[in-house]
C-alpha cells in the first residue's frame, strides 16, 4: 500500500501468482492471528493453493468462535460487534454465499491496532437474542456458547 499513490504489484515477488483466482477464502488455518489466503484456480485444470502468513503480527488481535445451543451450532448467522480502543468493529458469521457458494471461515476475526484492551464483544445470535461478553484480551482465540455470557480462551 502506497498511502494516496496507490498499491505496488508485488504479486511476483511473494510468490502469490495464481493464474485464475475464481474461489478465494481467507481464514487463520494456522491459528497464529494472522489471516491465511485458501485460493481455487477455475479456469482449465483446477489448482488449490493454501498461502499461509509468515509476515509476523505486529498489532493486536482477537479471534471468536461461536457455538449456538438454542440456534444453529455453526452460529450461521450471528453478528458480532467488538469495542476496543474506541473503535467499534462488526463481523457476520455467514453460512454459505458468494461466487460458486464459497464457504467462509466461521470464526470472526478482528484486527486491534495498538488497543490494549477489548471492552466488550456483543453477539446477536440468529434467534435475535443478545449477549455481552467482557474479560477478552487481546491476541488469543475465544469460544463464546450461545446463552452462557462469557468466553473461554481456547488453547
Known amino acids: 500500500n502506497d498511502g494516496p499513490a496507490g498499491f505496488t504489484d508485488v504479486t511476483y515477488e ?14 487463520d488455518v494456522d ?6 489466503l485458501l ?19 505486529d498489532s493486536g488481535w482477537v479471534e471468536i468462535v461461536l457455538q449456538g445451543v438454542v440456534t444453529n451450532r455453526d452460529a450461521a448467522g450471528a453478528r458480532v460487534t467488538l469495542a476496543a480502543g474506541g473503535v467499534t468493529q462488526m463481523r457476520d458469521v455467514a453460512g454459505g454465499g458468494g461466487h460458486a457458494n464459497n464457504q467462509s471461515t466461521r470464526v470472526v476475526h478482528f484486527g486491534l491496532a495498538d488497543a490494549a484492551a477489548i471492552d466488550e464483544v456483543t453477539v446477536r445470535w440468529a434467534g435475535g437474542s443478545t449477549e455481552t461478553v467482557t474479560g477478552l484480551a487481546p491476541n488469543g482465540r ?11 480462551l481456547l488453547p
Open 142 to 152: 475465544y469460544l463464546v456458547v450461545e446463552g452462557t455470557g462469557t468466553a473461554t
Open 14 to 27: 511473494s510468490n502469490t501468482a495464481v493464474h485464475t483466482g475464481s474461489r478465494l477464502v481467507w481464514s
Open 39 to 57: 485460493v481455487v484456480d477455475g479456469v482449465g485444470p483446477t489448482y488449490v493453493t493454501l498461502f499461509i502468513n509468515r509476515a509476523g503480527q
Open 31 to 36: 491459528e497464529d492471528g494472522d489471516p491465511d
